[in-house]
Each structure stands twice: as C-alpha cells, then as structure tokens.
C-alpha cells in the first residue's frame, strides 16, 4: 500500500508521526507492505500515485487552535466562494499556512482571501491533470 503523508514537517499534531506508525505496524501484521512517502510543500503529487492521502489533526473541533480559521472556513476570490479551508497550523517561518480545497477554475496567481486574512495558493495538484479523462459510465 502506498500512502502519502502530506506535510508531516509542518504539521504534526495529535501525534500523526504516531498514527502512521500505528498504521504501518497494522498493516505489517496483515502481511503488507506499507510504503510511506512524506510530501511538503512543493512536493509534487501525482493523482493515482497513492493508495491513502494522510492529512493529519487540525486541533479541537471547536477550532480554537486554527490560525487560519475554523474548519471549512470559506476562501473567496472577490465576492465569488471558491473553497474551503481544512487543516491550518501555524510554520515557523511561513507564519500561517493551511490545506484548503480550490475549484480547479481559479487562476493559481489569484489573490484569495480565508476568513479575513489574505491567502495565496501553492499547488499541491495540477488542476489540469484529469480534464481530458472522463469515468467509464457503467
């Protein structure tokens, strides 16, 4: 099984380090192989390359360690709704950084803004990847 660890230098909360070791032992006892590969940003990532995409904790539900925002905090370009912020932390030299899904539509240069604080996109998956394939209809 191949899993992706996304940003694991940066956001290891709750113990996520822990989480794919427990995974990684789990699965040995199966009889499989686990093959973990670390991905921070800038870090190209490839649809289909990976079985598991692990994103790790975001804090209390409540959203009172968010910097960013709380979980599902609207990102918007102008007025328009273009997303939606996931897990947030706070990097050492960064200063606020967080996942966030993008509709695929919106330029990579736009200026966005997450809940009142300005935000800027760094591609973790090509939006053109995928246009020109469509699913089998069964």
């Not at 794919?20 to 006892?29: E, Q």
């Not at 649809?47 to 975001?58: A, R, S, W």
């Not at 960064?94 to 736009?110: Q, S, Y």
Request: with cysteine; aromatic share 4%; proline share 7%.
């Amino acid at each position: 099984m191949r899993v992706c660890c996304l940003y694991p230098d940066l956001m290891n909360i709750y113990a996520d380090r822990g989480n794919i070791a427990v995974l990684s032992r789990r699965a040995a006892w199966r009889g499989h192989d686990l093959e973990v590969r670390p991905v921070s940003i800038g870090d190209p990532v490839h649809p289909g390359e990976h079985d598991l995409l692990y994103v790790g904790g975001h804090g209390p539900i409540d959203g009172t360690r968010a910097v960013v925002g709380k979980v599902g905090t609207d990102l918007t370009h102008g007025e328009k709704v273009v997303g939606f912020v996931g897990t947030s932390a706070r990097h050492h030299e960064l200063g606020p950084i967080a996942l966030a899904i993008v509709k695929r539509n919106v330029p990579v240069d736009a200026q966005l803004d997450a809940g009142g604080l300005p935000a800027a996109q760094e591609v973790i998956v090509d939006p053109d990847v995928g246009l020109h394939v469509r699913r089998e209809r069964r």
